[in-house]
C-alpha cells in the first residue's frame, strides 16, 4: 500500500469524524424536529379554520351546509368535512374524493362543532409541500454542512500538518548539516517543538565546529610543540656526541655541560608550561578569589623584570592608586602581569617606557599595560595567542622565549572569567584585562 502523508491522514480522519457526528446528529434530533414541525403545522391548522369553527359552533345543519360552502368558495385550498351525529358526512369540499382521504396522510385535525357536528380538517396537500420543501431543505443544510465542515477540515489538517511537514524538511537537512532557514515563529506546542530542534540544532552545530576548532588547535598545538621539543633535544644531542668524540671545541666539556643544561632548563621550562595549559584547558586549576591590593601585586611583580628592562634602557611607569582593591586569585594574577610585563619589556624598543595604569570599568578594575614604541601588523595581532606564534620567525627559543607566554595569559583570564584585549593603541600597543572589584 501506498504510503500515505500525514496531511491524509489528518484530513481522513477529520472528515471521517464530522460525517459521523453529523449522522448521530441527524439520528438524534430527527425525531425531535419532526414532532415540532408536526406540531407546529398542526397549530397553523388550528388557527386556519379557527374562523370556520366559531361560524359553525352552535349551528343548525342547514345553516352548517351554508356557511361551510360559502367558506369552501373563498379558500379552495382548503379540505375539509363535517359529521353529524350519527356519522353521516353532512358536508364536504370537493377536492376530497372520498372521506378516507382524512386518514391518507398530511397533518389533520378534528374540531368539534357542539353535540351533534364535528369538523374534520385536512391540509394534505400544502402540508406534502412544505413537507418536501423541509426535507429539500434538510438536505441542502446537511450538504452545507459537511461541505464547510470538510474545509475546515482541509484548512485545519494544512495548518497542523505544515508546520510538522517543514520541521520534518528541516531535519533532513539538519542530519546533512546543511544551513536550515529560522523557525517560524509560532506560540503553540508545535511553534515550541521547532523552536526546541533549531535551538538543539544550532547548539550542535556550533559544539561541532568548536570541536573541529579544538581539533585543529590540538593538531597545531602538538605540531607546533614536536618541534619547539625537538630542537633543544637535538641540540643537546649534537654536543654530547661531539664531547664524547672529543672532537674541536667539544673536548672543553665543563663548558658545553653547562650548555646541555641551559638546553635541559629550558626544556623542563617549556613541558612545564604546556602541562600548565593542558590544565587550564582541562578546567583543572580552579581560581580562589580572596581581596588583594591592586597596587601591591604589580609592585610585587616588577622588580623581577626592571633589570631586564634597565639594561635596555626602558622605563616602568606604575601609576596605580594603593586604595584599589580586587577580587581574584592570587598567583593566577601574578601569572598574568608576569608574562604580560615580560612581553611588553621584550617587545619594546630601547629606550621605549612601559606604562601600567588602572582605570574603573562598570564596577570593575581595569589593568592596562601598554608599551611605547612597538608595532605589530592587524593580521599578526590575532595570532599572539596561538601556542608558540612569533612575530619575528628570526627569534628562536635563545632568547628564552617559548612562545606561550600570551597563551598562558588567555587560558588564565579564560579561567578567570576575566574580560581581555590586545589592541593597538596611540603610542604603541596596549594589553588590558578586568578584576571585579572589591
Given at each position: 500500500?501506498?504510503?500515505?502523508?500525514?496531511?491524509?491522514?489528518?484530513?481522513?480522519?477529520?472528515?471521517?469524524?464530522?460525517?459521523?457526528?453529523?449522522?448521530?446528529?441527524?439520528?438524534?434530533?430527527s425525531q425531535q424536529f419532526m414532532q415540532f414541525y408536526n406540531t407546529n403545522q398542526t397549530q397553523q391548522l388550528y388557527t386556519s379554520y379557527s374562523n370556520l369553527h366559531n361560524q359553525l359552533s352552535g349551528r343548525s345543519e342547514e345553516e352548517i351546509i351554508r356557511i361551510s360552502d360559502n367558506f369552501f368558495n373563498y379558500n379552495q385550498s382548503f379540505a375539509f368535512y363535517i359529521r353529524g351525529s350519527g356519522g353521516s358526512v353532512v358536508f364536504s369540499t370537493p377536492n376530497m374524493d372520498t372521506i378516507d382521504d382524512f386518514d391518507m396522510g398530511g397533518h389533520r385535525i378534528r374540531m368539534s362543532l357542539g353535540a351533534e357536528h364535528t369538523l374534520f380538517a385536512i391540509n394534505r396537500i400544502a402540508a406534502q409541500a412544505d413537507y418536501s420543501s423541509l426535507i429539500q431543505r434538510s438536505?441542502?443544510?446537511?450538504?452545507?454542512?459537511?461541505?464547510?465542515?470538510?474545509?475546515?477540515?482541509?484548512?485545519?489538517?494544512?495548518?497542523?500538518?505544515?508546520?510538522?511537514?517543514n520541521l520534518a524538511n528541516d531535519t533532513k537537512k539538519m542530519t546533512a548539516l546543511e544551513d536550515v532557514s529560522p523557525a517560524t515563529k509560532r506560540h503553540d506546542e508545535i511553534g515550541s517543538l521547532a523552536h526546541d530542534v533549531h535551538s538543539m540544532y544550532n547548539k550542535l552545530?556550533?559544539?561541532?565546529?568548536?570541536?573541529?576548532?579544538?581539533?585543529?588547535?590540538?593538531?597545531?598545538?602538538?605540531?607546533?610543540?614536536?618541534h619547539e621539543l625537538k630542537t633543544p633535544i637535538a641540540a643537546t644531542s649534537v654536543l654530547l656526541e661531539g664531547m664524547i668524540e672529543n672532537i674541536g671545541d667539544y673536548k672543553d666539556h665543563p663548558k658545553y655541560l653547562r650548555e646541555c643544561l641551559k638546553l635541559?632548563?629550558?626544556?623542563?621550562?617549556?613541558?612545564?608550561?604546556?602541562?600548565?595549559?593542558?590544565?587550564?584547558?582541562?578546567?583543572?586549576?580552579?581560581?580562589?578569589?580572596?581581596?588583594?591590593?591592586?597596587?601591591?601585586?604589580?609592585?610585587?611583580?616588577?622588580?623581577s623584570y626592571e633589570t631586564l628592562a634597565?639594561?635596555?634602557?626602558?622605563?616602568?611607569?606604575?601609576?596605580?592608586?594603593?586604595?584599589?582593591?580586587?577580587?581574584?586569585?592570587?598567583?593566577?594574577?601574578?601569572?598574568?602581569?608576569?608574562n604580560v610585563i615580560l612581553n611588553a619589556v621584550q617587545n619594546t624598543p630601547k629606550g621605549g617606557e612601559i606604562r601600567i595604569w588602572s582605570e574603573p570599568a562598570a564596577d570593575q578594575h581595569r589593568v592596562c599595560v601598554l608599551n611605547t614604541g612597538a608595532y605589530i601588523e592587524?593580521?599578526?595581532?590575532?595570532?599572539?595567542?596561538?601556542?608558540?606564534?612569533?612575530?619575528?620567525?628570526?627569534?628562536?627559543?635563545?632568547?628564552?622565549?617559548?612562545?606561550?607566554?600570551?597563551?598562558?595569559?588567555?587560558?588564565t583570564l579564560e579561567a578567570m572569567d576575566a574580560d581581555f584585549e590586545l589592541a593597538k593603541a596611540g603610542e604603541g600597543i596596549l594589553f588590558w584585562f578586568d578584576l571585579p572589584a572589591s
Open positions: 500500500m501506498k504510503k500515505r502523508g500525514i496531511f491524509f491522514k489528518v484530513f481522513a480522519y477529520t472528515t471521517i469524524f464530522l460525517f459521523i457526528m453529523v449522522c448521530v446528529t441527524v439520528g438524534l434530533f438536505m441542502l443544510a446537511i450538504v452545507g454542512m459537511l461541505a464547510v465542515g470538510m474545509i475546515g477540515a482541509f484548512i485545519f489538517a494544512r495548518q497542523v500538518t505544515n508546520p510538522i511537514k552545530k556550533d559544539e561541532i565546529i568548536r570541536v573541529r576548532e579544538m581539533e585543529e588547535t590540538q593538531r597545531y598545538f602538538f605540531s607546533a610543540a614536536s635541559m632548563d629550558f626544556q623542563n621550562k617549556t613541558i612545564s608550561e604546556i602541562l600548565e595549559l593542558v590544565n587550564l584547558n582541562d578546567r583543572k586549576i580552579v581560581p580562589k578569589q580572596e581581596e588583594l591590593n591592586l597596587q601591591e601585586i604589580v609592585a610585587s611583580v616588577l622588580p634597565d639594561a635596555n634602557g626602558q622605563r616602568i611607569v606604575l601609576n596605580i592608586s594603593d586604595r584599589l582593591f580586587c577580587l581574584a586569585d592570587k598567583n593566577m594574577l601574578k601569572k598574568v602581569l608576569s592587524g593580521e599578526n595581532m590575532s595570532k599572539l595567542f596561538e601556542p608558540f606564534y612569533r612575530v619575528d620567525k628570526a627569534r628562536t627559543q635563545r632568547d628564552g622565549r617559548s612562545g606561550l607566554g600570551l597563551t598562558i595569559v588567555r587560558k
